[in-house]
């Protein structure tokens, strides 16, 4: 296991809190009009990107994701201020303002989406793991989905061909307990869903989601395996969202109550209650950390506001790698 020192957690909780913070203040931003479209936040989710990014070699390992996806692309290295600026749908977002909330990507930093199709992301990070297999790249696709994409045709295809070909990918699904609206006991016969790896004799487990340390030990694992030659596995994270599906959620089908059950196993808190204890920092440093976070977004704010926005010519020039595409006029 990679070594786990204070300054993992100092790092933990400045990287959680400053993604909590982030997507809060999307949601400001959003009420305000000053981000359209749909927004999907990530507030509660934290500690899996801080896990799962500890064991990954971000020069080399791969991720892609479903639409719930500001934070992984902040967790892969990409610079907050283009993220901002894509969600403002400016040209100096990381798709030049043509993609928005849901469609975060960065080649450079190995972030590929971002996809607005549920389960869509599945088979593509199959296929990106392949390419890695084929070129003799020593390098591994962690595949995220959510327990909405279950059940999907895709991911069952995915899983047999990811389990004959033996793919360096890690299949993670981020059990939130709700797609959209719909509990997963509701739609789901099979109550533990790693077990669905199990069908493909994929390895599988279930892990606690607010535990970036218990998350980083068994995505280390997997890694290791998926490199080693030995193929996928599929690991179901337990986590909850604190906020609605997206913007646009009247959030009718869970209780306030159960919303606030849930936050007392928040893993900024628990990160954050383990560095008072060890008396790694006092309160009052980390305050002053929260408000230089706090700062740091008011940065990006400030960035996306004065960005100018893309020219319409635009979607033509970054959709087409070939420069003189046959079919645009």
């Known amino acids: 296991m990679k070594k786990i020192t204070n300054a993992t957690y100092l790092k933990w909780y400045k990287d959680m809190s400053f993604w909590r913070n982030f997507e809060e203040r999307c949601r400001s931003l959003y009420l305000k009009q000053k981000i359209s479209g749909f927004l999907h ?54 798709s030049s303002g043509l993609g928005g909330s849901m469609h975060i990507f960065s080649k450079r930093y190995r972030f590929y989406g971002g996809y607005g199709i549920v389960g869509g992301q599945i088979p593509l990070g199959a296929g990106i793991a392949f390419a890695d297999k084929y070129f003799n790249r020593e390098a591994v696709t962690v595949t995220f989905l ?27 699904c981020e059990n939130n307990t709700y797609a959209m609206g719909t509990s997963v006991t509701t739609i789901s016969c099979i109550k533990n869903i790693f077990k669905i790896g199990c069908s493909y004799d994929m390895p599988a487990k279930s892990l606690d989601g607010t535990s970036p340390l218990k998350i980083a030990k068994e995505v280390e694992k997997a890694i ?27 959030e009718s089908y869970r209780t306030r109550e159960e919303v606030i059950e849930h936050k007392r196993y928040d893993p900024i808190l628990k990160i954050k209650n383990k560095i008072l204890e060890q008396q790694l920092l006092n309160k009052k440093f980390l305050t002053a950390l929260d408000l230089e976070l706090i700062k740091k977004i008011d940065e990006c704010v400030v960035f996306a506001e004065i960005s100018e926005s893309p020219h319409k010519n635009t979607m033509y020039n970054v959709v087409y790698s070939q420069k003189k595409y046959p079919f645009l006029k």
């Open 41 to 94: 936040l990530y507030s509660g989710q934290e500690a899996i990107p801080s896990g799962i990014t500890y064991v990954m070699n971000l020069k080399t390992d791969n991720m892609i994701t479903g639409y719930r996806c500001h934070i992984l692309a902040l967790a892969m290295g990409i610079d907050p201020k283009k993220v901002m600026a894509e969600l403002y749908g400016k040209k100096t977002g990381t």
């Open 224 to 250: 290791k395996r998926a490199k080693n030659g030995k193929g996928p596995s599929f690991l179901e994270i337990l986590t909850y969202r604190f906020r609605g599906h997206s913007m646009s959620d009247p």
């Open 146 to 172: 959510g327990d909405g994409a279950i059940w999907q045709g895709a991911l069952h295809e995915t899983f047999n061909m990811s389990m004959l070909l033996k793919l360096p990918v890690v299949y993670i």
